[in-house]
């Protein structure tokens, strides 16, 4: 297999504007919400961040072309590899910041998030040893069926959402890519579409700027998303060459003051087992694409990338991405993890990441992105069993249930004087399910939220085997959601400080003044569906199915 081909500069500009997107998202959080410093940020963080993805990606890419190798294919493309969108989000939210809160020190917030980041490592790590047995004791309809989910939420929606934001320097780029990928119409040059749809689309965004500044009176909406020139310029002040960080001495410290990294076990621990199934689930749908790549070996690779991350100052785990039949469609081989792990070092060495972004808008790349997310949720029905598809479609749910939660947490925290706990809070002695907003089930978002992925996996792996007619394994993957939903991983939740959404695991004591969700109806509801497929097993094991019965 060829070092570099064709696809994998559209392979490229995907992965990349996805990794480019939790960059910002990293720089966003850790000023503004948790104090950190340009210095801190752009000369230890950053340079982390970057040495965990380039090793990642030089792996994964050297793990295709040694599989290609061995069955003599050149069509083997790589896993995606990247910073892990949820986990930035949640340790910011629920470990980074409230440490900041509570000390004021950016200093101490930030070797609180590199622990955390090297915790999730080792569970990755240690889950490593246990991914290939739970691959094969679960369906795959339930391993792909959670990953559409996610993909049609979080990676479609988001994207597309972005996409109409900006419609003036994005859909011309939509467009272009859906043309090259969807007609495999060949561009002039045989310039891949991908390339094609972020030079016009840069290009556009350029020239309407232009224009803003030199045609009179041209109205706003033609211009809205165009590069702001003031900020490009600003940006690149920072630029300067930063080299990683060896960052042990500020480990050791942090781990001396137990009683302060001791309850952040109850974010970690969650996360980081979130990550062992989604690497799982990335696995299978790598395989289901064509591309059997060893379970213990990828998944391995993932946690000592994040435990890499965490020694040299990220506070961020890596993760196997979501994706890859996306990529394989668009060509790509195994030159685009190369590309991508080359291109996010130098640009987070050399104190980039701003002026890029600033001067390349993220929209002109989403379509590419929306492309994968399309592409994910086709390969759940037609890589899966047919007879399968409605356990797929019940696995969704549960994952767009989250996304809408997500949607509806930033809309409320963004409206002044309105707090969560009024929508979740039971009022003059009304159960919970009775509050609602503008018709949807607040409480339901939430719970559904909680631990989305087990939730998706768990539904739709009991879907498939009753329609396998394996009551028996049916009756264990819901007495398993019983058991997680009452330890408190899945379902359980509490509402405090008006809109700290955070877990609720048995161990934890509920906050003051907060509204706390066990679950403990659903843990015994989930048992009571398993002794019902147990009942069913015992009296079904010498019936036959029958059309209509």
């Known amino acids: 297999m060829k070092l ?84 930035v989000i949640v340790f910011v939210f629920f470990i980074i910041k409230p440490t900041f809160d509570a000390t004021g020190d950016p200093l101490a917030a930030w070797r609180m998030g590199v622990l955390a980041c090297l915790g999730s490592g080792l569970i990755e790590f240690v889950g490593a040893f246990a991914g290939g047995f739970i691959r094969k004791q679960t369906p795959r309809a339930a391993l792909l069926s959670t990953l559409a989910g996610i993909a049609i939420g979080f990676i ?25 990928l969807f007609s495999r119409f060949c561009f002039p040059g045989n310039l891949p579409g991908g390339l094609i749809a972020v030079l016009v689309g840069t290009a556009l965004a350029w020239l309407l700027a232009l224009a803003q500044q030199y045609v009179p009176n041209i109205p706003q909406w033609l211009t809205f998303g165009s590069i702001n020139f ?55 749908s790598a395989e289901a694409s064509g591309d059997k790549y060893q379970t213990g070996t990828s998944m391995a690779a993932n946690g000592i990338g994040t435990i890499v991350a965490g020694l040299f100052g990220s506070c961020f785990p890596t993760t196997i991405y979501i994706g890859h039949p996306g990529w394989k469609g668009l060509g790509a081989r195994a030159g685009y993890s190369t590309l991508n792990g080359i291109a996010v070092v130098a640009i987070c060495l050399f104190g980039l990441v701003g002026t890029i972004a600033n001067a390349v808008p993220i929209e002109v790349g989403a379509g590419i992105v929306l492309w994968i997310g399309m592409i994910i949720t086709a390969q759940a029905f037609t890589a899966s069993k047919s007879e399968h598809a409605p356990a797929v479609a019940i696995g969704l749910f549960p994952a767009i249930a989250a996304w809408g939660a997500t949607v509806m947490l930033g809309t409320l925290m963004s409206a002044k ?27 339901g978002l939430l719970l559904m939220e909680r631990g989305y ?4 996996m768990i539904l739709a792996a009991t879907c498939a085997n009753l329609i396998d007619r394996k009551f028996l ?77």
């Open 4 to 87: 570099f081909v064709k696809g994998d500069l559209d392979g490229f500009f995907g992965l990349f504007v996805d990794n480019l997107v939790q960059l910002l998202m990293i720089i966003l959080f850790c000023s503004n919400l948790c104090g950190m410093s340009d210095e801190l940020l752009y000369g230890v963080v950053l340079p982390g961040c970057a040495i965990s993805i380039v090793l990642g990606n030089l792996f994964y890419a050297w793990q295709a072309h040694r599989l290609a190798k061995k069955e003599k294919r050149s069509d083997v493309t790589a896993l995606p590899y990247g910073i892990n969108t949820p986990s």
């Open 453 to 456: 992925i087990f939730t998706c």
């Open 473 to 549: 394994s049916a009756s264990i993957w819901m007495f398993t959601a019983s058991v997680l939903t009452a330890s408190g991983a899945m379902h359980a939740y509490q509402v405090y400080s008006g809109f700290v959404f955070d877990y609720l695991f048995r161990f934890m004591q509920a906050e003051e003044n907060s509204y706390a969700y066990r679950a403990n109806d659903i843990a015994v509801g989930y048992v009571l569906c398993g002794l019902v497929f147990l009942i069913i097993h015992f009296y079904a094991r010498n019936q036959k199915p029958t059309d209509g019965h």
């Open 156 to 180: 479609s929606m988001s994207f597309t959402l972005q996409i109409f934001h900006k419609p003036m320097i994005a859909l011309v780029p939509l467009a272009l890519v859906l043309v090259g």
């Open 230 to 284: 003031e900020a490009v310029q600003k940006s690149t002040e920072g630029i300067g060459l930063r080299l990683p960080v060896w960052c042990l001495e500020d480990i050791k410290i942090g781990l001396n003051d137990v009683k302060d990294w001791l309850p952040f076990l109850s974010v970690v621990i969650p996360m980081g087992l979130f990550n062992v199934v989604g690497s799982l689930q990335n696995i299978e």
């Open 417 to 443: 004087g309105v707090s969560l706990l009024e929508f979740v809070t039971p009022d003059q002695g009304l159960d919970h399910t009775t509050q609602e907003v503008n018709g949807f089930l607040v409480h």
